[in-house]
């Protein structure tokens, strides 16, 4: 069973960065065919899709997003990272990390972590 947690802090300051890490277990984040997703959302509002990594390192941005977000990983302890630059009171919404293969995703196993609530504000 793959399971993800998310963490970072959860107040951060407009003009930093939101950093959130997600710790994978029951999976390995190189595994075949294994995306690795970040997906947010705001109070009220629905759910955005940031971007992922691939099983073999590949990342894909949001057009929204890609002056300011990356995603990387550090194999060694099975996580990805979400950097998100020059933040914003926009940016304030319920981070989730999310894991899936294309059969996953085909079947409706898509693997979610509870979320880190992220608040940008002075």
């Known amino acids: 069973q793959v399971q993800l947690q998310e963490s970072g802090p959860g107040l951060v300051k407009p003009s930093q960065t939101i950093s959130l890490t997600c710790t994978v277990s029951?999976?390995?984040?190189?595994?075949?065919?294994?995306?690795w997703t970040w997906i947010r959302q705001p109070s009220g509002k629905g759910p955005e899709w940031i971007g992922y990594?691939?099983?073999?390192?590949?990342?894909t941005v949001s057009p929204s997003l890609r002056s300011r977000a990356s995603i990387s990983r550090d194999t060694s302890k099975n996580q990805f990272t979400l950097y998100l630059t020059s933040a914003t009171p926009e940016d304030t919404a319920k981070y989730y990390c999310v894991g899936e293969t294309r059969n996953d995703q085909r079947n409706g196993f898509t693997s979610w972590g509870q979320g880190s609530q992220v608040i940008v504000s002075s």
């Open positions: 990594i691939t099983y073999y390192g590949n990342t």
């Open positions: 029951g999976a390995s984040i190189t595994t075949n065919s294994y995306i």
